[in-house]
């Protein structure tokens, strides 16, 4: 609901595989973005992108890779090299333009044993 | 780049009383401080912002102050409801053309009680 979809809700995984997490909009968003959120702690920035085929790193995107061929699209990918993957994962977008705020999906929860 | 602490990380209240969150931000161009409101295990939802070119905005029982000189905003929740228990987040960022990038405190934990 919200324009966000974050598929699947839980996700869990054996170490050293790598997961894709799908994060859909329908809001026309040029700008979208992905947070890691750990128990009792804020949500810190991984990778965002402003326009098709073009991505930022954020403050912690060492271990994940993500793609934006679409506009409605931003897969993140949370490679066997990321140390610490298990974490509460949340996809936003918002415009580029004027005063916009953020608009996030219901997140996906990431297990990794 | 951008630092926000946030103060306290858990505050219990009485029904009926108010609630104060405390943020601190470090990039003075900064312009944009939003406030979100987190339930378990749900996503984050925006509940006030403010921007740089005012000092204060209210929205029936809550409001956000912002001091740009001392680099600090803080929310206020008055006559507080147990619906109002939740994780609360400030945030800052620099908002232009460019999009929204997001720094988020370490957040709250408001435990209203009945």
């Known amino acids: 609901d919200g324009g966000i979809t974050q598929s699947p809700k839980y996700l869990f995984r054996k170490e050293g595989q790598n997961v894709t997490l799908s994060c859909e909009q329908n809001l026309n968003h040029d700008a979208m973005y992905w947070y890691r959120q750990d128990p009792g702690q804020g949500l810190r920035l991984i990778y965002y992108s402003q326009i098709v085929n073009d991505f930022q790193k954020g403050d912690i995107a060492e271990g994940y890779s993500v793609s934006r061929e679409k506009k409605e699209s931003f897969p993140l990918t949370v490679t066997s090299a990321q140390k610490n993957p298990t974490a509460f994962y949340l996809c936003?977008?918002?415009?580029?333009?004027?005063?916009?705020?953020?608009?996030f999906g219901n997140g996906t929860r990431l297990t990794v044993t | 780049g951008e630092n926000v602490e946030q103060h306290p990380s858990t505050l219990s209240v009485q029904e009926g009383d108010s609630a104060v969150i405390k943020c601190t931000y470090s990039d003075s161009a900064s312009n944009y401080f939003p406030w979100y409101k987190q339930e378990l295990g749900k996503r984050p939802q925006l509940i006030i912002d403010i921007r740089s070119n005012v000092g204060e905005k209210k929205d029936q029982r809550i409001a956000v102050t912002l001091n740009k000189t001392a680099k600090h905003f803080s929310l206020h929740i008055t006559e507080t409801q147990p619906e109002d228990s939740a994780v609360y987040f400030c945030a800052a960022s620099l908002l232009n053309n460019a999009g929204n990038m997001l720094t988020f405190g370490g957040g709250t934990r408001l435990m209203v009680k009945p």
């Open positions: 936003a977008s918002s415009t580029t333009m004027g005063w916009s705020p953020l608009h």
